[in-house]
């Protein structure tokens, strides 16, 4: 018999190469997923503002017109750009009617040291903003404790996204929205090249590839063993 795998060694093998592959066609479901999203953000229409609002429409092309706040500013930290670490900054805009949506700016540099927030030129009076209409970032997995946000210092550093905990510390409820602004907005900084998410289905595609590799794998050093096992008991009993 030239192939005489181990009962353990089968069992063993078997289960990484299902793990693998189950692992394989997630990543291709999660591909999947992620390329619906961008589709949807790419192909998402130009509308009114309001209507944006009422149709719950992710990703709507949108104008605003309305107000900066000039001092009070949300720095969103742990933002990196060319790898460097910086923070998006988050600004409040009162619509006409006294609605008031965070705007993303962009992202400006932050020192390493902290101690020393950037500064950000915004003017005041009335003005036309356009954007991308998008729901604010979810927190995600936390370390440490919670930011505590204050009223009477500005800006203020964040690490996690809460609209509750902003609005509180603004002392006015916030949109559930978030404009991103386009790149050719004068009043926004670097960065503004926005996607539908920071990771695209490409990478899943290629984290299914080293899956599926892996899987195939296991079954090779299955055989390779199996060969050899066979072979060294070959030749135990011809001596």
Same mark, same amino acid.
């Given at each position: 018999?030239?192939?005489?795998?181990?009962?353990?060694?089968?069992?063993?093998?078997?289960?990484?190469?299902?793990?693998?592959?189950?692992?394989?066609?997630?990543?291709?479901?999660?591909?999947?997923?992620?390329?619906?999203?961008?589709?949807?953000?790419?192909?998402?229409?130009?509308?009114?503002?309001?209507?944006?609002?009422?149709?719950?429409?992710?990703?709507?092309?949108?104008?605003?017109?309305?107000?900066?706040?000039?001092?009070?500013?949300?720095?969103?930290?742990?933002?990196?750009?060319?790898?460097? %670490?910086?923070?998006?900054?988050?600004?409040?805009?009162?619509?006409?009617?006294?609605?008031?949506?965070?705007?993303?700016?962009?992202?400006?540099?932050?020192?390493?040291?902290?101690?020393?927030?950037?500064?950000?030129?915004?003017?005041?009076?009335?003005?036309?903003?356009?954007?991308?209409?998008?729901?604010?970032?979810?927190?995600?997995?936390?370390?440490?404790?919670?930011?505590?946000?204050?009223?009477?210092?500005?800006?203020?550093?964040?690490?996690?996204?809460?609209?509750?905990?902003?609005?509180?510390?603004?002392? %006015?409820?916030?949109?559930?929205?978030?404009?991103?602004?386009?790149?050719?907005?004068?009043?926004?900084?670097?960065?503004?090249?926005?996607?539908?998410?920071?990771?695209?289905?490409?990478?899943?595609?290629?984290?299914?590839?080293?899956?599926?590799?892996?899987?195939?794998?296991?079954?090779?050093?299955?055989?390779?063993?199996?060969?050899?096992?066979?072979?060294?008991?070959?030749?135990?009993?011809?001596?």
């Amino acid at each position: 018999m030239f192939f005489k795998p181990s009962i353990k060694l089968t069992l063993v093998l078997l289960v990484l190469a299902l793990i693998f592959l189950r692992l394989g066609w997630w990543q291709m479901e999660r591909k999947s997923e992620k390329q619906q999203l961008f589709n949807r953000f790419n192909d998402a229409p130009v509308m009114p503002l309001r209507q944006a609002f009422d149709t719950e429409s992710q990703f709507a092309r949108v104008e605003a017109y309305g107000s900066y706040d000039p001092e009070r500013h949300i720095l969103l930290d742990n933002r990196i750009l060319n790898g460097r %670490t910086g923070v998006h900054v988050l600004t409040p805009f009162t619509l006409q009617d006294g609605t008031v949506l965070l705007v993303n700016r962009g992202w400006l540099p932050l020192p390493p040291d902290r101690r020393s927030l950037p500064e950000v030129p915004t003017a005041g009076g009335l003005r036309s903003v356009r954007g991308i209409l998008n729901r604010p970032p979810e927190g995600g997995p936390r370390i440490g404790g919670a930011d505590v946000l204050v009223n009477d210092r500005w800006p203020q550093l964040v690490t996690y996204f809460e609209l509750g905990a902003i609005g509180t510390a603004l002392d %006015t409820p916030l949109a559930p929205w978030l404009l991103q602004l386009e790149p050719a907005d004068p009043s926004g900084f670097d960065g503004r090249q926005w996607q539908a998410a920071v990771m695209g289905p490409e990478v899943h595609g290629a984290y299914a590839l080293q899956w599926f590799s892996l899987a195939i794998a296991a079954l090779v050093i299955w055989f390779i063993l199996g060969f050899r096992r066979a072979k060294q008991q070959s030749q135990a009993a011809s001596r």
